[in-house]
């Protein structure tokens, strides 16, 4: 267990007030790279999380997908790698970004996957934790799109900005 006071707040994640700052800002500098669906799915994540507290903000992995999780014979994990993208967060964004992940590469493997790792992760059924799920999901690729556009990457901005167009056409 990690406690939150050895994680740097970067002061755009921790709280869903500052998520829901720091995401109208990237829409901003990410608008003209999404496709007007998402630029509206995105929009209406963001403004869910700026209706009300959500969450007290835990230690977030921030990259956690199947490649940075070593499991044993067993299936005991053993370790967890790469925590360059640590920070504070919403209980559900580690659930949310390996869901994406999953999904976006392996949709197979996600949906049968899925339902155990919700299980296994602690995320109660209904639509509060679905949409805290998508609309922590559909901000973290906005960051990365804005990422991109502020790096002058064309090709890299181009690929977030159509993973967050496929991920906000998701049901």
Same mark, same amino acid.
């Not at 800002?25 to 209706?51: K, P, S, Y």
């Not at 197979?108 to 296994?120: K, M, N, Q, S, V």
């Given at each position: 267990l990690v406690s939150p006071s050895v994680v740097p707040a970067d002061g755009a994640s921790a709280g869903r007030r500052e998520l829901a700052l720091?995401?109208? *800002? !990237? =829409?901003?500098?990410?608008?003209? %790279?999404?496709?007007?669906? *998402? /630029? +509206?799915?995105? %929009?209406?994540? /963001?403004?869910? @999380?700026? %209706?009300?507290?959500? $969450?007290? #903000?835990?230690?977030? !992995?921030?990259?956690? +997908?199947?490649?940075?999780?070593? +499991?044993? #014979?067993?299936? %005991? +994990? @053993?370790? =967890? =790698?790469?925590?360059? !993208?640590?920070? @504070?967060?919403? #209980?559900?964004?580690?659930v949310a970004w390996w869901g994406w992940v999953v999904r976006h590469h392996h949709p197979?493997? $996600?949906? *049968?996957?899925?339902?155990? =790792?919700?299980?296994?992760a602690g995320v109660p059924p209904g639509e509060a934790a679905d949409a805290e799920i998508r609309a922590v999901m559909l901000v973290r690729l906005l960051e990365s799109v804005a990422a991109a556009v502020e790096a002058a990457d064309p090709e890299r901005r181009r690929a977030w900005a159509h993973r967050l167009d496929e991920a906000a056409a998701w049901a």
């Open positions: 720091a995401a109208t *800002a !990237h =829409l901003r500098q990410a608008r003209g %790279e999404l496709g007007a669906a *998402a /630029i +509206v799915v995105t %929009e209406a994540a /963001i403004a869910w @999380l700026a %209706e009300t507290d959500r $969450w007290r #903000p835990v230690v977030v !992995h921030g990259d956690f +997908v199947p490649v940075n999780v070593i +499991v044993g #014979p067993d299936g %005991e +994990v @053993l370790a =967890l =790698l790469d925590f360059e !993208h640590a920070r @504070l967060g919403s #209980p559900m964004a580690d197979d493997a $996600w949906r *049968a996957a899925w339902p155990t =790792l919700r299980a296994a």
